[in-house]
């Protein structure tokens, strides 16, 4: 208020914004991240995220990063892949941890759940045909667990297995014994994390300048 | 036109008059006129006030935005332990949440990237290069900040030229000077003196106030001295408090000069770009040195690689091989008066020494800590990081056990297989009774 001086807010920002929910001031702390990670560029590559350290301890290092360039992330009706991604498109995908504001509806929240639901569905669901087959589910638990031997494979094949059909006697309730269980869609995906706190497990508190203010003990005024 | 040129020589004259009776002479005693520190005071009241005119400035627009100083997201900080395991649960597909969250999370921030940039500054310090953020809030800033400019370019910066010139070829030609005496107490003695006023000359020239705490716990003769590094100058700043032998690779050139002169008449340990590679023959040549008691302490900086001084990195184990008693310093820089972290990759050595020569001043805090040696049933990694804990702790640095080397380099796959390691004994020791009747 009062000082004429303040720069007018670049539009640009004003259109990310819309998309994607972010403040200005998480937009432009997100946009040096960007930079930093692009060594100054203006897109981001696998090789780019590669070089994190502590994204390189994660033991889904490769879903994570495939999930950032995938394309069914970015709200539009495309497939496959991205070999490397903008800013508008960085944005996008770390909307999808964005926690719901005190302003959000019902209706809203409820959208979002969807969102962040269907973010999760696409970084097991690889090829993209709807369901997340037996083979997908596989392959997360074979990357999440060691391959030193502190699990053995059969035990690790084991484990998938029963998750697997848990998730098919819940949602299939009277299958027949003979009948094969193709693969957990959307919506057993969706009822088997229904009782999940979507809001604790799958958000990440983006800084806001309004809620870190720095005030010193002493007054100025 | 003729009659400018007396007047110039006039002016030359004074000014190696007052630079050499007010300056050197004083530095190489070790005496100080106290007008180092009476600018450091009057630069501390200014940078307060600025730093409450930008403050009042915020207020008023509030558009100015504020940096963060810990990262842009707060994190909720659960370990893998609580957050996957409540009361006995199975592996579930919700676990695989709490990786990719992590995961997220540290694309948007991770700890070991901002560690190879400098510092951002909570409040500006009326350089024009630490103004990431900061705009016009007010004509009396800009007023000062360009009395700044020209006080800092204008005047500190030829003064800060001249007495650096001076004190390296007072090295150079002090060290082969000595270097021509027969081996004696003398000779020790003198190389000493050369040595050290040379190094309080150039302390001189980046304008370097020193507090030395703990003085009782220098480095004494035969044993190793480690410390976290940010930047070449930590030699000088070191090496002003007491005699170090230097251990680094032979370069070419101004630097090749100064190492040939300075190894005349003090043993430092040079090696060539071959023998680096051998790890052996380095520490074979380092253990001989210190083997032999009588020699000066090896300063050692285990980080491998300048830090910027928010933290300390992994302490490489091969410095701590070596035997002997470690010396740890830890040495801490104010970041309001300058940035004294060396940034390789932005910046080459000579534009490094401008930056350092045209900021405010240089204000270190070198914390000697007690002697440690390593304990039984340690080993060299368990030794360094104990090493790296303290020095940590003293300098009010963060203790991270991540390498410095990443700077450069990509982290090991091992790293990510204790990552798996620690889900798999999460996993299995709950649904051991439940695997054992999957697996018919």
Redesign the interface.
């Known amino acids: 208020?009062?000082?004429s001086?303040?720069?007018t807010?670049p539009n640009e920002f004003q259109d990310l914004m819309d998309k994607t929910g972010f403040s200005v001031?998480?937009i432009?702390?997100?946009r040096k991240?960007f930079l930093?990670?692009s060594g100054n560029e203006e897109t981001i590559s696998r090789e780019n995220?590669?070089?994190?350290?502590?994204?390189?301890?994660?033991?889904?290092?490769k879903?994570?990063i495939n999930?950032?360039f995938d394309k069914r992330n970015q709200h539009e009706s495309e497939v496959g892949s991205f070999q490397e991604i903008g800013f508008e498109q960085f944005l996008m995908v770390?909307s999808h941890?964005r926690p719901p504001t005190l302003k959000t509806t019902p209706e809203e929240k409820e959208a979002l759940r969807k969102e962040k639901l269907r973010f999760?569905f696409n970084?097991?669901d690889t090829d993209n045909d709807g369901t997340i087959t037996l083979d997908e589910y596989r392959k997360?638990?074979e990357?999440?667990?060691?391959?030193?031997g502190?699990?053995e494979p059969?035990?690790a094949k084991?484990?998938a297995?029963?998750?697997m059909l848990e998730?098919a006697s819940t949602n299939v309730p009277h299958m027949a014994p003979d009948e094969f269980y193709e693969g957990i869609t959307f919506e057993h995906?969706e009822q088997?994390?229904k009782g999940?706190e979507m809001e604790?497990?799958?958000?990440?508190?983006?800084?806001d300048?309004g809620t870190?203010?720095?005030?010193?003990g002493?007054s100025?005024? | 036109m003729d009659d400018l040129w007396p007047v110039a020589v006039g002016v030359f004259q004074a000014w190696m008059f007052v630079v050499v009776f007010f300056i050197m002479l004083p530095a190489m005693c070790g005496l100080s006129l106290g007008v180092t520190s009476v600018y450091i005071q009057i630069l501390v009241k200014i940078l307060e006030w600025a730093?409450?005119r930008i403050?009042?400035g915020?207020?008023?627009?509030?558009?100015v935005?504020?940096p963060?100083p810990n990262?842009?997201?707060?994190?909720?900080g659960g370990s893998m332990e609580e957050e996957m395991a409540p009361a006995g649960a199975?592996?579930?597909?919700?676990?695989?949440?709490?990786?990719?969250?992590?995961?997220?999370?540290?694309?948007?921030?991770?700890?070991?990237?901002q560690r190879f940039?400098s510092e951002e500054l909570?409040s500006w310090n009326l350089l024009t290069r630490t103004n990431h953020n900061f705009?016009?809030i007010s004509l009396r800033l800009t007023v000062i900040w360009g009395l700044g400019v020209f006080v800092r370019y204008g005047v500190l910066f030829p003064l800060r030229i001249t007495l650096t010139v001076i004190g390296l070829s007072w090295l150079v030609i002090g060290t082969t000077l000595v270097g021509f005496l027969p081996e004696s107490s003398v000779k020790t003695w003198l190389s000493e003196l050369v040595h050290v006023t040379c190094y309080r000359i150039c302390a001189r020239g980046l304008s370097a106030t020193v507090h030395y705490h703990n003085r009782d716990n220098r480095p004494q003769k035969g044993g190793i001295c480690v410390s976290n590094h940010t930047t070449p100058i930590d030699v000088v700043i070191l090496a002003n408090d007491g005699c170090y032998a230097m251990v680094g690779q032979v370069h070419g050139g101004l630097m090749g000069v100064l190492q040939r002169s300075m190894v005349r008449s003090c043993p430092h340990i040079w090696f060539e770009r071959s023998e680096m590679r051998d790890r052996h023959a380095v520490t074979n040549r380092l253990r001989a040195h210190v083997a032999a008691k009588n020699k000066l302490p090896i300063l050692i900086f285990p980080e491998g690689t300048c830090i910027n001084n928010t933290s300390v990195m992994m302490f490489k184990k091969g410095s701590f091989e070596i035997g002997g008693t470690i010396h740890p310093v830890a040495i801490k820089y104010d970041p309001r008066f300058g940035d004294a972290f060396w940034n390789s990759s932005k910046y080459n050595m000579v534009s490094y020494l401008l930056r350092m020569m045209t900021s405010w001043a240089i204000v270190v805090n070198v914390w000697y800590l007690p002697p440690m040696t390593i304990q039984e049933g340690e080993d060299a990694a368990q030794f360094a990081n104990r090493v790296k804990s303290a020095v940590a702790h003293r300098g009010g640095l963060l203790d991270l056990d991540?390498d410095g080397g990443?700077k450069r380099g990509?982290?090991k796959?091992s790293?990510?297989?204790?990552?798996?390691?620690k889900?798999?004994?999460i996993?299995?020791g709950q649904?051991d009774h439940?695997?054992s009747s999957?697996?018919t």
Not at chain 2, 71 to 76: L, P
Request: include cysteine; glycine fraction near 2%.
């Open positions: 208020m009062g000082a001086h303040t720069r807010e001031e998480q432009k702390n997100l991240r930093q990670l995220l590669d070089s994190i350290p502590a994204l390189a301890n994660n033991p889904l290092k879903e994570i999930a950032i770390m941890f999760l970084m097991h997360v638990v990357d999440l667990l060691s391959k030193s502190a699990i059969a035990t084991g484990i297995d029963a998750a998730v995906f088997i994390l999940l604790t497990r799958m958000h990440i508190r983006f800084l300048v870190a203010t720095m005030r010193c002493r100025t005024s | 730093t409450l403050q009042r915020r207020q008023e627009q509030p558009s935005p504020v963060l990262g842009i997201i707060e994190r909720a199975e592996f579930s597909l919700s676990d695989a949440l709490f990786f990719y969250k992590e995961g997220v999370e540290s694309i948007v921030d991770d700890q070991v990237t940039s909570a705009r016009y991540w990443l990509k982290v796959d790293l990510k297989e204790e990552q798996q390691k889900y798999s004994s996993i299995t649904s439940d695997s999957l697996t």
